[in-house]
């Protein structure tokens, strides 16, 4: 039986990172993210003899504005981050990626292995794999960046806090199938691939109330049996990346390595004991790239 397998990047080099930050390009970038939604939902102080106003739409904007340049600047980034589209009334359709594919992949309907979404849009999708480490400062920091990403977890890393996850679940983030122990799937049974799919699957849904959709296999290796049994558990879809980011370096898939349209961009829950920094420095080095080459970060599952 033909497996698929990707490298294991659960490594680093040892080059530091340097983040500089301008006062005045945060400031300039605040008026060119267009954030809308409103920073505040209270009234303006009532004047002499009159009731409160609630401020005007631009009056929110720009209170919005500079509440994402204080928070880019809090963070040390160079600019705000952009500001993704609304997502699509008609979602695109996912296939597998040409070479990606098993035996009898349309035939039995399986879930697509990916690693780009379709899209006309200047949009990549942020991902992070397993749940080592619980940083409350990268929860803080992605939520007051508004930045949205999809977390696949392994019960074995995240059952010391699962509400570390319901903590980013309550701020809008997706949690997702990663395995119960996160093993090497294609050296697996079917059934014990099953197992360790399906019984993620039942943590999910006690720990955070949904059954996903979503899983990516461990190292991104697979073979027919891991999709066919992920089918079984309720799996739709199985996206890997195109780029990995470090704290100190990215990774690519492609020769270019350059950015694409829709893709998916991995990184891990991963701190000093593993990693030159933080996940807050790892952030900062993909909010930074990302941003200054004119892309903004979407949710994944907007476009599943």
């Not at 197992?195 to 296999?217: A, F, H, S, T």
Request: glycine content about 6%.
């Amino acid at each position: 039986m033909r497996h698929v397998g990707q490298n294991d990047k659960f490594r680093s080099s040892p080059r530091s990172l340097t983040v500089r930050c301008s006062v005045a390009v945060l400031a300039a970038a605040a008026v060119l993210t267009g954030c809308s939604e409103p920073g505040s939902s209270g009234t303006a102080p009532a004047g002499q003899g009159g009731p409160a106003k609630a401020p005007d739409a631009a009056s929110a904007r720009l209170a919005e504005q500079r509440r994402m340049v204080a928070a880019a600047r809090k963070w040390r980034l160079d600019q705000v981050p952009l500001t993704a589209p609304a997502p699509p009334k008609i979602k695109p359709r996912i296939t597998a990626r040409a070479g990606f594919e098993v035996d009898h992949q349309e035939d039995e309907n399986l879930p697509p292995v990916f690693t780009t979404v379709p899209t006309d849009k200047k949009i990549v999708f942020l991902t992070i794999d397993d749940g080592a480490e619980k940083d409350p400062r990268f929860l803080s920091m992605m939520r007051e960046l508004k930045v949205p990403y999809t977390a696949f977890l392994s019960d074995y890393l995240v059952k010391d806090d699962y509400g570390y996850f319901r903590k980013s679940q309550a701020y809008g983030n997706t949690l997702d199938n990663h395995t119960l122990t996160h093993p090497y799937l294609p050296g697996l049974s079917y059934e014990q691939q099953r197992q360790e799919i399906c019984g993620m699957q039942d943590v999910m849904e006690k720990q955070y109330g949904r059954r996903p959709e979503v899983l990516r296999p461990p190292y991104g290796d697979y073979n027919q049996d891991t999709l066919r049994a992920a089918k079984s558990c309720g799996i739709k879809y199985a996206p890997i990346w195109n780029e990995e980011v470090f704290v100190d370096h990215w990774e690519y898939r492609e020769d270019d390595r350059r950015l694409r349209k829709g893709d998916i961009v991995l990184t891990h829950f991963r701190g000093p004991d593993e990693w030159n920094g933080t996940m807050v420095d790892d952030m900062r080095r993909f909010l930074n790239k990302v941003t200054r080459e004119g892309y903004a970060v979407a949710r994944l599952e907007d476009y599943l």
